[in-house]
């Protein structure tokens, strides 16, 4: 399948139109971006080890029934995916509090949180993100009642299976957030999920293996996926 026209250029992936109508081909580059896109640097194989890193999770949640935009891995930085119409609100589960939740509440980082949270945020960067609720979805029409309740299902399944696949390679899943779109009407998971838009914390050492490496400039950010990656087995080479 070959690119055909650039659709549209995120942040750290490029979408491109293919032939087929139904079908994209998302490009995972090696930009890294904090701060609502306001600091960008260029980390050497971070578009390789993400789109990898993404197609193995990917194949996780769709063999436990969670349905997912991608077709085939095409090239070390190419993923062939369903075109999804896109909804504008990013679901995030948290078993422990860290980042925004800690600054918002003043809790202590790393407690844990039973049940774990769920929030949304709609995606504006102009806005940096605001927190949303499910009633300014349904009054905005962002999405229906239904199938963010969907979305909201789909997360927590997702945090079932990969709190699992994370702690057997010794692995807290701190965080994550997921994005969501329809296809012929059903809900499906989109966009990605790598170290970039989740936390994840080494089981002993409490050390940080995810893109706060790179938010706060702690250095090892590409490192510290490869070894993520390495740990869960994704195959990089
Ligand atoms: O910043 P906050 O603590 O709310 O982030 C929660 C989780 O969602 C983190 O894992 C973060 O990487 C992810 N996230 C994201 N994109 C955003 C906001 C948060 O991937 N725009």
Redesign the pocket.
């Known amino acids: 399948m070959q690119k055909l026209a650039e659709l549209y250029r995120g942040k750290a992936k490029t979408v491109h139109t293919t032939e087929d109508p139904d079908l994209l081909i998302l490009e995972f580059r090696n930009d890294t971006s904090a701060l609502d896109g306001q600091r960008i640097e260029q980390l050497d194989r971070k578009g390789m080890v993400n789109n990898k890193f993404n197609y193995f999770i990917m194949n996780k949640l769709a063999a436990a029934g969670i349905p997912t935009q991608i077709v085939s891995l095409l090239s070390d930085n190419e993923v062939l995916v369903k075109k999804l119409d896109m909804v504008p609100v990013?679901c995030?589960v948290?078993n422990r509090a860290?980042?925004?939740?800690v600054k918002r509440l003043g809790v202590e980082e790393g407690i844990e949180l039973n049940p774990p949270l769920f929030?949304l945020?709609l995606k504006n960067d102009a806005m940096h993100?605001p927190m949303i609720n499910e009633s300014y979805c349904q009054t905005f029409g962002w999405v229906t009642p239904e199938n963010l309740a969907r979305m909201k299902q789909l997360t927590y399944q997702a945090n079932e299976v990969l709190t699992k696949i994370f702690d057997d390679a010794g692995l807290i899943l701190?965080?994550?957030?997921l994005e969501f779109g329809l296809f012929k009407g059903e809900v499906v998971l989109g966009d990605e999920f790598s170290p970039?838009?989740?936390?994840l914390w080494d089981k002993n050492t409490l050390n940080k293996m995810?893109?706060d490496r790179f938010r706060q400039s702690l250095g090892g950010v590409i490192e510290a996926y490869e070894e993520v990656a390495q740990r869960i087995g994704v195959k990089l080479d």
């Open positions: 990013e995030v948290r860290a980042g925004s939740l929030d945020f993100d701190v965080d994550f957030k970039d838009g989740s936390r995810d893109k």
